[in-house]
């Protein structure tokens, strides 16, 4: 219970010389809900974006089970390998042309000249990737590298994929589908399919496990916006994840729907997951959160569980002030 | 040249307009990438694969290009050329997506609109590549030699097999199809006689789908079809089997598409067909310049009205709007090929010269006429010379690259890949956010959809038999943009209805231009851009979503 | 012995490229950052505007208006009553655009006027424009200003029919862009269905009076430059055919030359201080800009001493400049400065920069944002007019492809410039320069490859700042 698995250390972001994260510092418990509040523009969604990698931080650091951020996401192999690839073929080609044109070598020598310039280019990108990740000024941003690692995040306003049906949504979830390899979708046909068998059985079990059976092949832009946010927290339940960031998960949903919400939330929460939850909704973050961190002027103002937050004199003040 | 030339010329427009349009439609219609450049992957296809079944260059001679692999074995052959134009198209397509990927969409557009430019220029400028601004030539496509088909060499008879094998395949998979709809014919039992029996390794629990059900079926009928020739040379017998089998097919598809259908929708439907031949009928009749043009627009301008008239005051009209135009289409059309070509003959009392023209449409599938062939002496119809000419088996060939794509086109956009590209042309972020990468999902579907407007390049250039720089101007992107926003984006089947319906209309303009003096052939061809242009807007204004809308997806995915 | 032209040469040459770009760029980026149509048909406006002053300059090559013409170029009482009430006709449909009846009444002149002051004077204007075009038949000009009001009324109906119907749906700017090459289409096949085939051109009078003489504009003056051990000498030397006469020749000395750069380097960084910080129309850079120039152009003519051309010069090189083309340079600035003037110094400038700020909060604070609209779709229609009558102009050949090509240059300035009126001029010039610098500098590069050395130039840019030099994130 005690274990430590997100750790934000003095997080700093600017916006054009506005100060929206200045020195945050906090730590999030395995296995416990974590609410972050504070007052408006006291930089809680900015905290969330750095945190979950859609933003580059100016300064500070945050560890995800130990590990710094900025070493999660490093570029990954796809990536290297069509960066690499481009890089080589450019100047492979490049040599090549050389080779037959203004060196004039003939065939074979210019089979050389082609290998030599493609070692050279994928060389120059493999080396200049090398610098700079080892620049201590080089930030990486790759917020999807994160959320393989099994820390994901909803979004404020939600962001479900308008012209797929809600059963389509939550089968994009799953990581590492084999289908989604080109080479394994025209060639091993069965397995793909077998996994796509699975995966569908998942879902079809999320949509019970969150009660929206009947909007199964409802585009997800006709939903209403408390379904849009069950359907969101049923995606990111799909992935299987560690850490889940939600960013006011209840804005907009009505009365019982967000009591049922909330009683999944803690529900998941009993199972081992783990939640940092930003809301609005002083009585929902009250009544869910193990611990609450509240936010001011872009730093950490003080953390305690809800009994304290309710009756500390500053936390009042930064609200009224 | 008979009217089922003229048709089947136009089919293997559409096929190829088809399989360029399926690239685009990979790009923008199921990831969201707008490639205002599309035509320079088309480029590259076309030139690349010309440069290996092209001989050495002569240096004494007039053109000149950077390499000629023709006279190397099994290199210099259509289908390494058509392989390596379309991995290089690719490629490139991939190497261009790198840097532009990543922008806006309105600055993606552009800039890739402008690296095709470069490529035409370069094209154009650099003379020792690919013979500067003159046409490159002096190639010919594959087994040309050998046409019209002799039916008495088993080579002909093989070739003649490969014919029947697309054809059959073709149709017994839209019969497979139709053939669970209700209808008046048993469509079941044919479906079993036509497949040959192998039907029954498909359905609920076989292993085969429908699909390669018809390919083997396919497979069947043309090794029956070698086989008859060689030993019995039945050739007409052949032809029209396959021919009435065609009909047949379409018959029943067009019945079930428009099944549903009322009285009045029929017979306003035929209405507008009809009135749209007689406002075309003073370009052929007239005279005067004045009385064709001005007379034909001023027709048109009419009927149009008249549509539009019944579109907003009678409400049944207005839900069957699209319909009629379907059906005014298909009765324009049925005339055009039917009843127009033999009223000539009608009207000077040659019954039977009519009734030849009729049977020769009919049997599209054979070529009559020439010097070599085949001659049968029919009853009612006198004398056939009967021959298989190139472009019927060119148009199988292409027939099925573009169904074979279709179906692994298919295959892609269904499974869990094509999802994630689907998922990308909502929202990104929300692709990223569960752990997949924009990125590399982009440049993948950039990299297949430039490979296929490659293959489309390369089969353009065994088509045309000679390449310009001015085959692969800008306008082509806006005619593949045009073909997907009629078929509807993001849907492949409309790729395929799109380019038929962009190339009938192309091709009955250039018939109607025909009828005017030389002098402003031009002006008239110029105009039906200005039609196409106009019937763009229209399209994008009242039907976004294309003629036949997006693909239904997910609900089939685990039958397969 | 001639002197080789060279890089300075290739510098002017792309100065007007530039500015022709500009004067496209200005409309295409006006209409692509306040009515957010990324505008493919904006070269085809060029063209359209081109083939517009062949019904002055040309009227009997145009099918159908040559049966009222009465010679190649003479139009006929019929045929100058046609382009009267069409140029009539035109300037009060600019007007109409920017708000209808009331706008016709005066309601866009920002203050309050009886209805019949409003219609009177727009009426005479009319009148008075008609009368210019009629009585011009068939000059350059005539035809230059009958192609400006013709673009300035038809131009914004692509907006009141097409893109206002698409933005009321709401749709993304992908679809504006499709929508916009759609209209690409109509415009240019449209001006190929009455055209024809056939290349065209303009046929001016090439000699003007000038100072007594006559001078002719098309033709080209040599502008030597040689730097020699004692100071810099320029000569200026005409040639006809196989003569070449030598018209002046002009010597600074190296001091003379240090002292002007350093008199006119000083007037405009004193200039740039004492306008800091204002926003009046002529900020400080611009300031800057006039005081040094107004410098140089005093010291080359105060310390114009006579020389002569050096036997064994350091360097020589040769600028080849016609009266034209430096008239294009100034037409293009004189239109720039109008702009500029209209932005900063106008009610109507200044809602146009609001509602390029923020569109919503632009209509919210009671801006007639349908009204700049039009606005920006008038001016873009007069700008292209322009560009395109002088593309024909100086390429002495009128095509349907004529701004077709120019649409990629003029792309590549706007989004370089980052979708803004001044960047696309900023973004123009490099693109020009590069165009002809390119080309010179590059051994081996044909013309041909114009174009896509002003796209190279923009594809690096965006690998680097992906948004564009001066766009923000």
């Known amino acids: 219970m005690s274990e430590t698995i997100l750790e934000v250390d003095n997080l700093r972001k600017t916006f054009g010389g506005?100060?929206?994260?200045?020195?945050?510092?906090?730590?999030?418990?395995?296995?416990?809900?974590?609410g972050l509040i504070g007052p408006n523009g006291a930089g809680k969604t900015t905290t969330f974006n750095l945190i979950s990698g859609f933003y580059e931080p100016d300064g500070g650091e945050v560890r995800y089970d130990g590990q710094r951020l900025q070493e999660l996401m490093r570029p990954s192999r796809d990536e290297k390998v069509i960066w690499g690839g481009a890089a080589g073929i450019t100047a492979g080609a490049l040599g090549g042309i050389a080779g037959l044109g203004p060196l004039g070598l003939g065939a074979a020598p210019s089979l050389a000249t082609l290998a030599g310039g493609a070692a050279v280019g994928s060389g120059l990108y493999v080396g200049q990737e090398a610098v700079k990740q080892n620049r201590e000024s080089h930030k990486n941003s790759r917020p999807y590298m994160l959320a393989r690692e099994g820390m994901v995040r909803t979004f404020q306003i939600t962001r479900e994929l308008s012209e797929m049906t809600t059963l389509e949504n939550l089968m994009l979830a799953p990581q590492g589908q084999a289908g989604e390899n080109l080479v394994n979708t025209w060639l091993r046909r069965g397995k793909v399919s077998a996994e796509e068998s699975a995966i569908r059985e998942r879902a079809e079990e999320m949509l019970e496990l969150l009660e929206i059976e009947h909007i199964r092949d409802e585009e997800a832009g006709n939903l209403s916006g408390g379904q849009r946010k069950l359907l969101e927290l049923g995606r990111v339940l799909m992935l299987d994840p560690e850490l889940i960031l939600l960013d006011e998960p209840v804005a907009g949903v009505n009365p019982s729907l967000t009591r049922k919400l909330m009683d999944r939330i803690e529900v998941l929460r009993d199972e081992g997951y783990t939640f940092c939850i930003v809301e609005h909704d002083m009585e929902v973050i009250m009544n869910l959160s193990d611990t609450i961190i509240v936010m001011n002027e872009g730093a950490k103002l003080t953390e305690g569980s809800p009994e304290e937050i309710r009756n500390n004199e500053a936390v009042i003040e930064a609200y009224l002030g | 040249m008979a009217v089922a030339d003229v048709v089947i010329s136009f089919m293997v427009f559409v096929s190829i307009y088809a399989i360029l349009s399926y690239g685009m439609n990979l790009k923008y219609g199921h990831t969201g990438l707008l490639d205002f450049g599309h035509v320079g992957f088309y480029l590259i296809g076309a030139y690349t694969s010309v440069l290996f079944v092209l001989g050495p260059?002569?240096?004494?001679?007039?053109?000149?290009?950077?390499?000629?692999?023709?006279?190397?074995?099994?290199?210099?052959?259509w289908i390494v050329g058509i392989v390596a134009g379309t991995v290089l198209a690719g490629i490139v397509g991939g190497l261009v997506a790198l840097p532009t990927i990543r922008l806006r969409e309105d600055y993606l557009a552009i800039t890739v609109l402008g690296i095709s430019v470069i490529f035409q220029r370069i094209v154009q400028a650099e003379e020792w590549l690919f013979n500067g601004p003159d046409a490159l030539r002096g190639y010919s496509p594959p087994l040309k030699s050998l046409f019209p088909l002799e039916m008495n060499t088993m080579i002909g008879a093989a070739l003649f097999g490969i014919i029947t094998l697309v054809i059959w395949a073709a149709a017994t998979g839209l019969l497979g199809r139709e053939r669970n709809h209700e209808s008046r014919f048993p469509l079941a039992g044919l479906y079993?006689?036509?497949?040959?029996?192998?039907?029954?390794?498909?359905?609920?629990?076989?292993?085969?789908?429908?699909?390669?059900v018809a390919a083997l079926a396919g497979v069947v009928a043309g090794v029956l079809a070698t086989v008859l020739l060689t030993a019995l040379d039945p050739i007409l017998a052949l032809g029209v089997l396959l021919s009435l089998y065609t009909w047949f097919v379409a018959g029943v598809a067009i019945a079930h598409l428009y099944d549903g259908l009322g009285r009045r929708e029929w017979l306003a439907g035929i209405a507008f067909g009809t009135g749209f031949l007689v406002a075309l009928l003073p370009v052929p009749m007239a005279d005067s310049l004045a009385v064709?043009?001005?007379?034909?627009?001023?027709?048109l301008g009419a009927l149009v009205s008249a549509y539009l008239y019944a579109v907003r005051n009678v409400a049944w009209f207005d839900s069957a709007k699209i319909t009629v135009v379907g059906v005014a289409s298909l009765w324009f059309v049925g005339i055009w090929y039917f009843v127009l070509p033999i009223l000539g003959p009608l009207g000077n009392g040659y019954v039977p010269a009519a009734l030849a023209t009729l049977f020769r449409n009919v049997v599209w599938v054979l070529k009559f006429g020439g010097d070599v062939g085949t001659t049968y002496a029919v009853a009612f119809l006198g004398e056939l010379t009967i021959n298989v000419d190139y472009s019927r088996f060119i148009l199988a060939g292409f027939g099925l690259f573009m169904g074979a794509l279709y179906y692994v086109l298919e295959v892609t956009v269904q499974s869990p890949f094509g999802r994630v590209l689907r998922a990308v042309r909502?929202?990104?972020?929300?692709?990223?956010?569960?752990?997949?990468?924009?990125f590399v999902y982009k440049i993948q579907s950039m990299v297949i959809g430039s490979a296929l407007g490659g293959f489309a390049g390369a089969l353009w250039a065994m088509y045309a038999q000679g390449l310009v720089f001015t085959m692969f101007a800008p306008r082509i992107t806006f005619i593949t943009l045009l073909i997907m926003f009629i078929g509807g984006a993001g849907n492949n089947k409309g790729m395929i209805l799109g380019a038929a319906i962009y190339w009938g209309f192309q091709q009955a303009t250039s018939q109607l231009a025909a009828f005017f003096p030389p002098a402003v052939r031009v002006n008239v061809l110029a105009f039906r851009f200005v039609v196409i242009g106009l019937l763009f807007l229209v399209i994008l204004y009242y039907l976004p979503e294309g003629l036949l809308g997006r693909e239904e997806f997910g609900s089939e995915v685990s039958d397969e | 012995m001639a002197v080789e032209t060279g890089l300075l040469n290739a510098t002017v040459t792309g100065i007007v490229t530039g500015s022709i770009i500009a004067l496209g760029a200005i409309g295409l980026a006006l209409v692509y950052d306040i009515a957010e149509v990324p505008n493919f048909a904006h070269g085809d406006m060029l063209t359209f505007g081109a083939y517009t002053a062949l019904l002055v300059n040309k009227p009997g090559s145009v099918p159908v208006f040559e049966l009222l013409s009465t010679g190649p170029r003479q139009v006929g009482t019929a045929g100058g009553a046609f382009l009267f009430l069409v140029s009539v006709v035109s300037v009060l449909g600019i007007v109409y655009n920017l708000g209808g009846r009331a706008a016709l009444e005066g309601g866009w002149w920002g203050i309050d006027v009886p209805p019949a002051v409003g219609l009177g004077v727009h009426g005479l204007l009319a009148l008075a424009v008609g009368g210019l075009v009629v009585a011009g038949v068939p000059s350059f000009l005539s035809a230059l200003l009958f192609a400006v009001v013709v673009l300035g009324a038809t131009v914004p109906l692509m907006e009141s029919l097409v893109f206002r119907k698409f933005r009321e749906k709401d749709v993304e700017v992908a679809m504006m862009l499709i929508a916009s090459l759609a209209v690409a289409f109509i415009l240019r096949f449209g001006i190929q269905t009455i055209f024809g085939g056939a290349i065209r051109f303009y046929e001016v009078d090439a000699s003007v009076p000038f100072a007594g003489g006559s001078l002719d504009i098309t033709l080209s003056k040599f502008f030597d430059f040689?730097?020699?051990?004692?100071?810099?000498?320029?000569?200026?030397?005409?040639?006809?055919?196989?003569?070449?006469?030598?018209l002046l020749v002009l010597g600074y000395s190296w001091i003379e030359l240090l002292a002007v750069v350093a008199v006119a380097a000083g007037v405009g960084y004193l200039a740039y201080k004492r306008r800091e910080g204002t926003a009046a129309v002529v900020g400080p850079r611009l300031a800057a800009a006039f005081g040094g120039l107004g410098v140089v152009l005093l010291g080359g003519t105060l310390f114009g001493g006579g020389g002569s051309v050096p036997e064994a010069p350091l360097y020589a090189t040769r600028v080849g400049a016609s009266p034209l083309r430096v008239g294009?340079?100034?037409?293009?600035?004189?239109?720039?400065?109008?702009?500029?003037?209209?932005?900063?110094?106008?009610?109507?400038?200044?809602?146009?920069?609001?509602?390029?700020?923020?569109?919503d909060l632009a209509m919210v604070r009671g801006i007639n944002t349908r009204r700049v609209m039009m606005s920006v779709w008038i001016i873009s229609g007069l700008f292209a007019a322009v560009a395109g009558v002088l593309l024909g102009f100086l390429f002495s050949n009128i095509t349907i492809n004529l701004g077709f090509y120019l649409l990629l240059p003029m792309f590549a300035g706007v989004i370089l410039g980052g979708i803004s009126v001044y960047g696309a001029i900023v973004g123009s010039y490099v693109v020009g320069l590069a165009m002809e610098i390119g080309i010179f500098a590059i051994?081996?590069?044909?013309?041909?490859?114009?174009v896509p050395v002003a796209f190279v130039i923009l594809l690096l840019v965006l690998l680097v700042k992906p948004e564009g030099i001066t766009g923000g994130s």
Not at chain 2, 292 to 299: C, R
């Open chain 1, 18 to 34: 506005i100060v929206a994260v200045d020195g945050a510092t906090f730590d999030i418990e395995q296995g416990s809900i974590t």
């Open chain 3, 226 to 246: 040689f730097l020699a051990g004692d100071g810099l000498i320029l000569s200026i030397q005409e040639t006809r055919g196989a003569e070449s006469a030598k």
């Open chain 2, 192 to 212: 079993a006689v036509t497949t040959f029996g192998l039907a029954r390794l498909g359905g609920e629990d076989g292993s085969l789908n429908d699909a390669q």
């Open chain 2, 57 to 77: 260059d002569d240096p004494g001679d007039f053109t000149a290009y950077v390499i000629g692999l023709g006279d190397v074995p099994f290199v210099g052959t």
């Open chain 3, 443 to 450: 051994p081996g590069l044909s013309a041909t490859y114009r």
């Open chain 2, 426 to 438: 909502n929202d990104e972020d929300v692709v990223m956010s569960l752990g997949k990468d924009p």
């Open chain 2, 292 to 299: 064709k043009s001005l007379g034909t627009i001023v027709l």
């Open chain 3, 328 to 359: 294009v340079f100034l037409l293009a600035l004189v239109m720039m400065g109008g702009l500029h003037y209209l932005l900063r110094a106008t009610t109507l400038g200044k809602a146009m920069r609001a509602t390029s700020d923020n569109r």
